[in-house]
């Protein structure tokens, strides 16, 4: 199955490069009395968070990359896992790369952080 992005196709990750975890949508205080007290931003309490790495990148793909997911800072956009699964999502915090030279020319090594809008 072809990842997309909001729509763009996105180049296909790194072996191991896509990886998908539930975590705690919320934030734990504790109580004047002492209890701990669990503040979910979510029916419940978990948002899936996936995680893309994508290595030997060029710059056309570091572009492509890059621009899918600052659309998608603030704004839930439909992420097409390599699953099929479609899930609405934004991106936490702008694609981050790192260049190589090598004797071909310069690639990229590229992460991405996506987060769930809606949990199911």
């Known amino acids: 199955m072809t990842l997309s992005l909001g729509g763009t196709t996105l ?13 705690l949508a919320g ?15 979510t029916t419940t309490g978990r948002r899936r968070v996936y995680r893309l790495e994508w290595k030997g990148m060029t710059a056309a793909q570091l ?17 097409v896992t390599p699953a099929g699964e479609t899930v609405t ?18 690639y990229y ?6 987060s769930e809008v809606t949990p199911a």
Not at 27 to 41: C, I, K, N, P
Not at 63 to 79: E, R
Not at 89 to 106: F, H, I, N, Q, Y
Request: with cysteine; aromatic share 8%.
């Open 11 to 23: 180049p296909q990750v790194a072996k191991d490069g896509f990886t998908g975890s539930r975590e």
């Open 27 to 41: 934030r734990y205080e504790t109580a004047e009395d002492g209890t701990l007290v669990f503040f979910s931003t």
């Open 63 to 79: 572009t492509t990359i890059d621009t899918a997911c600052n659309a998608a800072i603030g704004v839930g956009k439909s992420l």
């Open 89 to 106: 999502v934004m991106c936490t915090e702008p694609a981050k790369w790192s260049a190589e030279k090598l004797a071909g020319g310069v």
């Open 109 to 114: 090594h590229i992460t991405a952080t996506l």
